[in-house]
């Protein structure tokens, strides 16, 4: 037997383990300052990112909410001013039916605040609503950024007002021109040229009145008026809701 075999026999710990490094070493204490500082600077990376993106976050929210109190103060104004057309158009339906039912004795008897009154019943308002701050909505991509669905729908919904509105005016816009052209066609040259005059604006009149045609297209005209400007009163109330909802969207 060898030296080697005798010690193998007579020790009970084996052959020779080869151990790693000490980790005390100074080798060993780098590669731990190493790895830590690696995940130091991973985390102080992912913390950057999280803030970034949670600061990002709030810019954009607090600019959409910006967006969105712009839109709510055009809808505002948009139901001040349909308020205003349909006030003005109800009391114009009403001059003008009066007109086409009024007698040549009762024109004569006009005062002249009456006689002025009645020679304006032309008169009428066609609103075109204010839309910068809602197309800047849309466009800036807060529409489809809001993440309250039902609120995104109002706001979309805003959009086709207009279009609903014009939809109506067309059908009142050739009635009015074809109503004008044969009102004047009706009056003597004269009167018109003394339309400023209070007889020859109560002639103007007396000259309406005395055709039957004439009365007939004022009355249509009223009534397709009268159309219009419901469907003002009626976009006007759902632009009421509208804002209520955008309001409660901003408080929320």
């Known amino acids: 037997m060898t030296e080697a075999e005798s010690r193998s026999a007579t020790d009970p710990s084996g052959p020779d383990v080869v151990s790693g490094p000490d980790p005390a070493s100074p080798r060993s204490r780098r590669l731990v300052d190493i790895v830590r500082e690696a995940v130091a600077v991973l985390a102080a990376i992912l913390v950057a990112f999280g803030l970034d993106a949670w600061w990002e976050s709030r810019v954009e929210r607090a600019s959409m909410l910006d967006a969105l109190e712009a839109v709510a103060v055009e809808i505002g104004r948009n139901v001040t001013q349909l308020d205003s057309a349909v006030a003005l158009n109800r009391r114009q339906i009403e001059v003008a039916q009066a007109l086409a039912r009024a007698t040549e004795a009762e024109i004569a008897g006009l005062t002249p605040e009456e006689v002025g009154r009645y020679s304006r019943f ?85 000259a309406i009145v005395a055709d039957e045609d004439a009365r007939r297209l004022i009355f249509a005209r009223s009534f397709l008026l009268s159309i219009y400007t419901d469907e003002m009163s009626r976009l006007r109330r759902r632009l009421s809701e509208s804002l209520e909802a955008v309001r409660a969207g901003l408080r929320s």
């Open 122 to 206: 032309p008169e009428h308002e066609i609103l075109t609503l204010e839309s910068g701050a809602l197309t800047a909505f849309i466009q800036g991509g807060f529409l489809q950024a809001m993440s309250d669905g039902e609120l995104r729908a109002v706001v979309a919904g805003i959009a086709t007002v207009q279009d609903e509105l014009d939809e109506e005016r067309e059908g009142f816009h050739a009635m009015d021109v074809r109503t004008i052209e044969a009102v004047l066609m009706r009056i003597p040259l004269e009167d018109l040229l003394e339309q400023g005059d209070v007889d020859g604006a109560r002639s103007m009149l007396r």
